[in-house]
């Protein structure tokens, strides 16, 4: 697949980026696209391996390795460097539900399992896809499925994020009249509201929805399942239902004087940033939200990268990022082989800009918060942090990340945000439906099935999987609305 030797004439080249100091002053994408022949370049770098684990999509030591997705990524990189571009579009669209996402929130699981980057720089799959999907667009190739009968079947489907849409998007194609419930005023769940605009453009999702409908599915916005609606009231439209709601309980930090105010949930603070932005066209910038505060994120995933860049461009003082664990190697280290998930040390978009903005990585390893400290108004004026130490719990055994007395540090802090994940479903949805859990409050699936405890009942993306990515989502989505077709149908052509 691609040229040859393409691997050995040309080298790795990104798309090019905006400059920190361009990009904080706005919230438009900043990642942007190589002229059309030197991406075909860059797919020429496509090596021809003997095993292609981009796209095998595998459990390596607990962590996927290559796309969830199956993608056949070697395939799409020959078409691309052959210019063939509405066939590489045909081909990706074949696994692939809405490379339009992923070509721009995916970390790219294909890459790190890349055999090319073994040794070099690994093929740049990621942009070849947003080359794809963007070609296709622009050459109105796009186009969902609008089956010419019906089944007189009917799929609710809960949730509108990618799991959501992506089992909507199958079962409508298949002939089932497809219902998608989102709780919030606009279709995308964690798309929409838990990414920021300059990581993933909303008129990306308006785009799609809109093919979706004029495909037949039918979208109810301002919809709280489990309370504007019961589960008993669904049942008796529907002949299936899919939980695609996502694991949208958030972890929180128990610690003294968390009742201050100033202490916010970091998708809760997302979801408000995008919303104002989009009511107003995006003419209000929510600088009240953070101007001027010293910022705390707990947390040093994603979502916390997201919000570093977000309280950047919204005016904060300062910026910092709590993480509980250690700082991870710069380099692969022994124990984290190829093609394994590298667990490697990255600085992501908006450590950058906190690093441009400030001088410095905004990370600190090893520590959290002790306690929050309020003023006589209530509102946050300091948090005391603490360092914390490795140590085996003599109980379980496990090693556990512990304080260390006497490493206690108070510092100024108008504004904390949670990102520490999220502890799975939420309770009003499960207990309406009446499904059994998991241990981490997930809907109960067996193995890779995606039937629940209750009959026509099923579950996809974080609702069943825990938190995961965007990729993972969508490609479970993919398998459950399979798995519906056939209990539907008898037999499945998904």
């Known amino acids: ?30 990642h942007e696209a190589l002229p059309l022949t030197k991406q075909q370049e860059q797919a020429a770098r496509c090596m021809n391996c003997g095993i292609p684990f981009c796209q095998a999509g595998e459990l390596i030591s607990g962590m996927v390795s290559g796309c969830p997705l199956n993608n056949l990524v070697p395939e799409v990189n020959d078409l691309v460097y052959r210019g063939r571009m509405e066939e590489a579009y045909k081909r990706l669209s074949v696994t692939h539900s809405f490379p339009e996402f992923t070509s721009r929130v995916c970390p790219a699981l294909c890459e790190a399992a890349c055999t090319c980057g073994y040794q070099d720089g690994s093929v740049s799959t990621k942009e070849n896809e947003k080359a794809v999907i963007e070609y296709a667009y622009a050459n109105n190739l796009v186009e969902e499925i609008c089956p010419k ?41 964690l798309l929409r509201y838990g990414i920021p605009n300059m990581k993933l453009d909303k008129s990306l999702i308006d785009r799609r929805v809109k093919l979706m409908e004029e495909a037949g599915v039918t979208f109810k916005v301002n919809v709280d399942v489990g309370k504007d609606i019961t589960a008993s009231e669904l049942k008796k439209e529907y002949d299936s239902i899919v939980l695609a709601c996502g694991a949208s309980n958030p972890r ?41 505060q010293d910022v705390i994120i707990i947390g040093g995933g994603d979502t916390g990268n997201d919000c570093c860049g977000t309280c950047i461009r919204l005016g904060a003082k300062s910026v910092t990022q709590l993480e509980m664990m250690p700082k991870p190697s710069e380099e692969r280290l022994p124990s984290n082989p190829w093609p394994e998930w590298p667990r490697i040390l990255k ?40 360092k914390l130490e490795s140590k085996k719990d003599e109980k379980t055994g496990r090693f556990m990340m512990v304080p260390i007395e006497g490493t206690e540090e108070t510092v100024p802090c108008q504004l904390v945000l949670i990102a520490a994940g999220f502890l799975g479903s939420e309770k009003y949805v499960t207990d309406d439906f009446k499904v ?13 099935k995606h039937s629940s405890s209750q009959p026509n009942i ?11 990515l965007v990729v993972r989502a969508i490609a479970d989505g993919r398998k459950a609305a399979r798995e519906v077709d056939l209990a539907l149908m008898g037999y499945s052509n998904l």
Do not use: C
């Not at 930090?253 to 066209?281: C, H, Y």
């Open 347 to 386: 600085v992501d978009y908006g450590q950058e800009e906190s690093i441009y903005k400030f001088g410095h990585d905004p990370r600190i390893y090893q520590i959290t918060v002790k306690e929050f400290i309020k003023d006589k108004k209530g509102n946050l004026k300091e948090v005391v942090l603490v």
């Open 436 to 448: 059994e859990l998991d241990g981490r409050t997930n809907v109960k699936t067996e193995g890779d």
């Open 458 to 468: 099923y579950a996809a993306g974080d609702v069943r999987s825990g938190q995961s």
């Open 1 to 30: 697949m691609g040229k040859t030797t393409g691997f050995l004439e040309y080298d790795r080249i990104d798309g090019p980026v905006r400059t920190e100091e361009d990009r904080i002053k706005d919230f438009k994408e900043f």
């Open 252 to 292: 929180d930090i128990k610690a003294p004087g968390r009742e201050a105010k100033g202490i916010r949930f970091a998708v809760d603070f997302l979801t408000e940033v995008t919303k104002t932005l989009l009511d107003s066209n995006f003419e209000k910038v929510p600088t009240n939200l953070a101007k001027d």
């Open 149 to 189: 009968t019906r089944t007189g079947k009917k799929v609710a489907v809960i949730g509108s994020g990618p799991s959501g849409l992506a089992t909507a998007q199958l079962l409508n194609r298949r002939g089932h009249e497809v219902t998608v419930y989102e709780r919030r005023d606009r279709v995308g769940g």
